[in-house]
């Protein structure tokens, strides 16, 4: 019985769960030891092998750039080696921020900077606080403005809430900092700011399609080692050898050569990727750079790498595809023709301007101390910034005039937004000042206020605009009437009484003004103007802030002067002569120019300079340095020989000229007496010669010489077909004759070279005026040379070029640039040499105070001098355009100064220019 039940219990406790359960456990456990011990003991060795297999990659070898030379074979544009940092997009996050901020304090150690081409849209500074950019206000960029939005609350555009909508800048920069990308605590603001825009560049590059993003171009050696030898504290980090475009002459060829970047978004990605572009390319941009890509680029190649299994370390590499280098341009234009040309025509801007810099501000002629303050604070020669951030006690004096200024004028510009019956033309020269920048910052920077509301047609407009007869409060009660103004950004439906409306859009735009760069400007301008600042304590502040430099003693000669007037005149044209202040930073008039030189016997470039320039290298390279210069007024950026249009003044005559010769309305003989003031004309105010003394009879070749209006505008006239009794006319039948003669001496029509140009104007309104170069003639440097070559070579209108030949780096000529015939104007070859005729006296008789050193040395020359006036408030611009030499003519030259003074202020550049082409030593002249 003890028996069955010893058997009984034991059969319960084998037939147990927990005993099944047990006895399954200690035999997974005996077989996971097993194969442990098989693993880790038996079979270490082959593991081991497995782990620390070699792996393989494939890589892309980055194709060689062509070069770019001049005509003699001097370097233009250049490719070398360097070290860019990069940072692989598909890393993981962890510790990113931290690995991020080392680096920064690496590059900065090495003096290294950041190469990132994404603009963050939050700025930051102590007084201003936390503001978006002004390009993610302008409500053309709402969508890229919703975009950052939905990166920083994680969610898709159309998702936002009204609130995320309309967060500060500084609610949105808490929200990225604490949650989107989790910043830690202990990073300054300035920190914190860095370490999100590279986040957010991350995430843009992403969303692109990119799978890298560039973190910092040409890093030094000591950058790299460091980053080498903590490789494991930088994952996705990686330095990578690439190709950096360098151009050694810098401003000299910034607008002919253009620059090259990165392929800057998914779609242009996409489609160059078909072609065998990697990400990582630089493409051109603009300039020849861009319009020769397909000849410039080299092809990729492509690598396998086999990597270490251990050290993940590059073992060895096979080509499977080699990289091919680019082929070179070399170009028509000589260099050093070129950078003398560049520096006659910035010396002749710089004389011009000192010759204006009086001490005493008379309009359209000489310039006060007060005015070149102004200027340096308009364009940005003095930053705002740096006076509100300053430590010195003259910056610190101006910002507190600017605070207790600034409050009061915007609550003054809200009340007369909104209540006052002053009508526009009753405002102060201030008042009116501010209220443009209001207006102008909705209508051309925000883009809120349509430019629609300018009719001529419009009775409203009339008397707003010209009369001055109208209130604020009725222009923007008239635009929104009228859906000029966008109701949607304001967030307003149709359905808001005015008051509302008008309430809404005032105080969004007082808001505006107070972050407006434009508005601040002028407040401190008005500071200075109104004497509420000292002209010594702000000629300290330049020195104070860096602006200007002591070393010459400049200062200690101010001071030992008790900081007088006169000693405060002679620095700032002293620092303007010796090039510390240039005419561009002023942006006073004349502060630009351009110069063409071409062969007139083929359409080829010899020389094209534009001032103000730009660096191309920087442009690359340096987000800051391109806002810099897109914001500066002087506009940089603008290449004036191309794309520049000016009115033509009296360089024009010469079609006029050849119109009535070649239509029989005059010859040789015929003659006009010239009476000052001219008749005959479809309009009240008659417009008068130039000269007050008459230039008595005049015939076509003395009136080309004497510049004699009264003759050309009798041409225009008589161009227009008058009634033989009454003596009335049709405009349209006078000027629609001088376009017909423009266009076939090349004037009227781009000159069909390799780079963008702008479009030519003939003017359509009276023909009389017209006959003169005024009207609405409008025509860039280029057109005017191309126009000169024609009269200068007997008829024949050509193509203008660039490039003379495409080869490969061997030296094997792909391709050569030959002369293209354009037109063949259909003109005597009689009636030619009576204009020629003029345009030789004009450097023989009315030019040759200037012009007859060349005549002592061998070097005749013929041309026309230009004055045009464009503005009533700003002087005339100054042209003037021949060729050389009269006999035998080989080159044209053709100089266009704005709002340079008249067109005696051209001439000698025009001398100088001709001398630099021919070697000529004008020194001891």
């Given at each position: 019985?003890?028996?069955?039940?010893?058997?009984?219990?034991i059969?319960?406790?084998?037939?147990?769960r927990?005993?099944?359960?047990?006895?399954?456990?200690m035999?997974?456990f005996?077989y996971?030891?097993?194969?442990?011990?098989?693993?880790?003991?038996?079979?270490?060795?082959?593991?081991?092998?497995k782990i620390?297999?070699?792996t393989?990659?494939?890589?892309?070898?980055?194709?060689?750039?062509?070069?770019?030379y001049?005509r003699?074979?001097?370097?233009?544009?250049v490719?070398?080696?360097?070290?860019?940092l990069?940072?692989?997009?598909?890393?993981?996050?962890?510790?990113?921020?931290?690995?991020y901020?080392?680096?920064?304090?690496i590059?900065?150690?090495?003096?290294?900077s950041?190469?990132?081409?994404v603009?963050f849209?939050?700025?930051?500074?102590?007084?201003n606080?936390?503001?978006?950019?002004?390009?993610?206000?302008?409500?053309?960029?709402?969508?890229?403005?919703?975009?950052?939005?939905?990166?920083?609350?994680?969610?898709?555009r159309?998702?936002?809430?009204?609130?995320?909508?309309?967060?500060?800048a500084?609610?949105?920069?808490w929200y990225?900092?604490?949650?989107?990308?989790?910043?830690?605590?202990?990073?300054t603001?300035?920190?914190a700011?860095?370490?999100?825009?590279?986040?957010?560049?991350?995430?843009?590059?992403?969303?692109d399609g990119?799978?890298?993003?560039?973190?910092?171009?040409?890093?030094?050696?000591?950058?790299?080692?460091?980053?080498?030898?903590?490789?494991g504290?930088?994952?996705?980090?990686t330095?990578?050898t690439?190709?950096?475009r360098?151009?050694?002459e810098k401003?000299?060829?910034?607008?002919?050569l253009?620059?090259?970047?990165?392929i800057?978004?998914?779609e242009?990605?996409?489609?160059?990727?078909?072609?065998?572009?990697?990400?990582?390319?630089l493409?051109?941009?603009?300039?020849?750079?861009s319009?020769?890509?397909?000849?410039?680029?080299?092809?990729?190649?492509?690598?396998n790498?086999e990597?270490?299994?251990?050290t993940?370390?590059?073992?060895?590499?096979?080509?499977?595809?080699e990289?091919?280098?680019?082929?070179d341009?070399?170009?028509?234009?000589?260099r050093?023709l070129?950078?003398?040309?560049y520096?006659i025509l910035?010396?002749?801007?710089?004389?011009?301007?000192?010759?204006?810099i009086?001490?005493?501000?008379v309009?359209?002629?000489?310039?006060?101390?007060?005015?070149i303050?102004?200027?340096?604070?308009?364009?940005?020669?003095?930053?705002?910034?740096?006076?509100?951030?300053?430590?010195?006690?003259?910056?610190?004096n101006?910002?507190?005039?600017?605070?207790?200024?600034?409050e009061?004028?915007l609550e003054t510009m809200?009340?007369?937004l909104?209540?006052?019956?002053?009508?526009?033309?009753?405002?102060s020269?201030?008042?009116?000042?501010?209220?443009?920048?209001?207006?102008?910052?909705m209508r051309d920077?925000?883009?809120?206020?349509?430019?629609?509301?300018?009719?001529a047609n419009s009775?409203?407009?009339?008397?707003?605009?010209?009369?001055?007869?109208k209130?604020?409060?009725?222009?923007?009660?008239?635009?929104v009437?009228?859906d000029?103004?966008?109701?949607?950004?304001?967030n307003?439906?149709?359905?808001?009484?005015?008051d509302?409306?008008?309430e809404?859009?005032?105080?969004e735009e007082?808001?505006?003004?107070?972050t407006?760069?434009?508005?601040?400007k002028?407040?401190?301008?008005?500071?200075?103007?109104?004497?509420q600042?000292?002209?010594?304590?702000?000629?300290m502040?330049?020195?104070?802030?860096?602006?200007?430099?002591?070393?010459?003693?400049?200062l200690?000669?101010?001071?030992?002067?008790r900081?007088?007037?006169?000693?405060m005149?002679?620095n700032?044209?002293q620092?303007i002569?010796?090039?510390?202040?240039?005419?561009?930073?002023?942006?006073?008039?004349?502060?630009?120019?351009?110069?063409?030189?071409?062969d007139?016997?083929?359409?080829?470039?010899?020389a094209?300079?534009?001032?103000?320039?730009?660096d191309?290298?920087?442009?690359?390279n340096s987000?800051?340095?391109?806002s810099?210069?897109?914001e500066d007024?002087?506009?940089?950026?603008?290449f004036?020989?191309?794309?520049e249009?000016r009115a033509?003044g009296?360089?024009?005559?010469m079609?006029?000229?050849?119109?009535g010769?070649?239509?029989?309305?005059?010859?040789?003989?015929?003659?006009?007496?010239?009476?000052?003031?001219?008749?005959n004309?479809?309009?009240?105010?008659?417009?008068v010669?130039?000269?007050?003394?008459?230039?008595?009879?005049?015939?076509?070749?003395?009136?080309?010489?004497v510049?004699?209006n009264?003759?050309f505008?009798?041409?225009g006239?008589?161009?227009?077909?008058?009634?033989p009794l009454?003596?009335?006319?049709?405009?349209?039948?006078?000027?629609?004759?001088?376009?017909?003669?423009a266009?076939?001496l090349g004037?009227?029509?781009?000159t069909?070279?390799?780079?963008?140009?702008?479009?030519?104007?003939?003017?359509t309104?009276?023909?009389v005026?017209?006959?003169i170069g005024q009207?609405?003639?409008?025509?860039?440097?280029?057109?005017?040379?191309?126009?000169?070559?024609?009269l200068?070579?007997?008829?024949?209108?050509?193509?203008?070029?660039?490039?003379?030949?495409?080869?490969?780096?061997s030296?094997?000529v792909?391709?050569?640039?030959e002369?293209?015939?354009?037109n063949v104007?259909?003109?005597?070859q009689?009636?030619?040499?009576?204009?020629?005729?003029?345009?030789?006296?004009v450097?023989?008789d009315?030019?040759?105070?200037?012009?007859s050193?060349?005549?002592?040395?061998?070097?005749?020359?013929?041309?026309k001098?230009?004055?045009?006036?464009?503005?009533d408030?700003?002087?005339?611009?100054s042209l003037?355009?021949g060729f050389?030499?009269?006999?035998?003519?080989?080159?044209?030259?053709t100089?266009?100064?704005?709002y340079?003074?008249?067109?005696?202020n051209?001439t000698?550049?025009?001398r100088?220019?001709?001398?630099?082409?021919?070697?000529?030593?004008?020194?001891?002249?």
């Open positions: 019985m003890r028996l069955k039940n010893i058997i009984r219990s059969g319960k406790f084998v037939l147990n927990i005993f099944l359960l047990t006895v399954l456990f035999a997974l005996l996971l030891g097993r194969a442990l011990y098989q693993i880790q003991i038996l079979d270490a060795d082959l593991y081991k092998e620390y297999k070699n393989e990659d494939t890589a892309t070898i980055q194709g060689v750039r062509g070069n770019i001049d003699y074979g001097r370097p233009l544009a490719n070398e080696k360097a070290q860019s990069y940072f692989q997009l598909d890393t993981s996050s962890d510790g990113l921020n931290e690995a901020w080392h680096l920064m304090e590059l900065e150690n090495n003096g290294d950041l190469s990132l081409d603009e849209p939050i700025l930051y500074d102590n007084d606080g936390f503001r978006f950019t002004d390009s993610y206000l302008d409500p053309n960029r709402k969508t890229a403005l919703g975009n950052f939005l939905a990166e920083v609350y994680n969610t898709s159309k998702d936002l809430t009204e609130e995320q909508w309309n967060a500060s500084e609610e949105v920069y990225m900092r604490d949650t989107t990308y989790t910043v830690d605590p202990s990073y603001t300035e920190a700011l860095q370490i999100l825009a590279f986040r957010h560049a991350i995430f843009v590059e992403k969303w990119k799978t890298s993003l560039l973190i910092a171009s040409n890093i030094s050696q000591g950058t790299e080692v460091s980053i080498q030898e903590m490789r504290d930088f994952p996705g980090f330095v990578e690439v190709y950096s360098v151009y050694p401003e000299l060829f910034a607008h002919i253009g620059y090259v970047g990165r800057s978004d998914k242009q990605l996409e489609e160059l990727q078909q072609q065998g572009y990697d990400e990582k390319d493409i051109g941009k603009t300039g020849l750079e319009v020769y890509e397909s000849e410039l680029r080299g092809e990729n190649g492509i690598v790498i990597l270490d299994g251990k993940n370390q590059r073992i060895s590499e096979t080509v499977v595809k990289a091919t280098r680019g082929n341009l070399f170009i028509t234009i000589d050093d070129q950078e003398k040309c520096d910035y010396n002749q801007i710089k004389s011009l301007l000192l010759d204006k009086t001490g005493v501000y309009e359209n002629k000489t310039y006060s101390l007060e005015d303050y102004c200027a340096m604070i308009d364009n940005s020669f003095v930053a705002i910034a740096d006076v509100e951030t300053s430590e010195s006690s003259y910056a610190a101006l910002k507190a005039l600017y605070d207790s200024k600034a009061g004028i809200r009340d007369l909104l209540n006052s019956d002053t009508v526009t033309g009753d405002y020269d201030e008042i009116t000042s501010y209220y443009n920048v209001i207006i102008e910052g920077r925000k883009k809120t206020l349509s430019s629609a509301y300018r009719d009775k409203f407009y009339v008397s707003y605009s010209y009369e001055g007869n209130t604020a409060r009725e222009f923007l009660e008239y635009c009437q009228n000029y103004i966008d109701r949607e950004y304001y307003l439906g149709k359905e808001e009484n005015m509302l409306i008008l809404t859009i005032v105080n007082i808001e505006y003004a107070r407006n760069p434009e508005f601040k002028t407040v401190y301008t008005y500071i200075l103007k109104n004497n600042f000292s002209d010594a304590d702000f000629m502040l330049l020195y104070d802030l860096g602006y200007l430099s002591n070393e010459d003693g400049s200690d000669q101010m001071q030992n002067a900081m007088s007037q006169s000693s005149l002679a700032v044209k620092k002569s010796n090039d510390e202040i240039t005419p561009a930073q002023l942006n006073l008039d004349p502060c630009s120019g351009s110069i063409v030189i071409t007139c016997n083929s359409g080829e470039v010899l094209m300079v534009s001032y103000p320039s730009y191309n290298n920087l442009v690359m987000w800051s340095y391109y810099k210069i897109a007024k002087s506009s940089p950026l603008t004036r020989a191309l794309t249009t033509p009296s360089t024009f005559k079609v006029t000229a050849l119109a010769l070649e239509l029989g309305y005059i010859d040789e003989d015929y003659t006009v007496y010239d009476r000052y003031q001219y008749p004309v479809n309009s009240v105010q008659k417009p010669c130039w000269s007050r003394n008459s230039h008595g009879l005049v015939n076509v070749v003395r009136g080309l010489d510049s004699c009264y003759f505008y009798d041409l006239y008589r161009l227009s077909d008058p009634d009454t003596g009335a006319f049709k405009d349209a039948v006078g000027y629609e004759k001088l376009d017909t003669y266009t076939m004037l009227a029509t781009k069909n070279i390799e780079l963008a140009e702008a479009t030519p104007t003939v003017s309104l009276d023909a005026r017209s006959a009207g609405t003639h409008s025509y860039t440097t280029a057109n005017i040379n191309r126009y000169t070559c024609t200068a070579n007997g008829g024949t209108v050509y193509n203008l070029y660039l490039v003379d030949r495409v080869q490969t780096a030296g094997e792909l391709s050569k640039t002369p293209v015939v354009d104007a259909d003109v005597s009689e009636n030619l040499a009576l204009v020629r005729e003029g345009m030789r006296l450097s023989t009315s030019s040759k105070r200037v012009l050193v060349l005549e002592e040395q061998g070097i005749t020359t013929a041309g001098t230009g004055t045009a006036q464009e503005s408030n700003r002087p005339d611009h003037f355009t050389a030499s009269y006999e035998n003519p080989e080159i044209v030259a100089i266009v100064i704005p340079g003074g008249g067109s005696t051209a000698p550049a025009f100088d220019v001709i001398a630099a082409y021919y070697d000529l030593d004008l020194s001891g002249e």
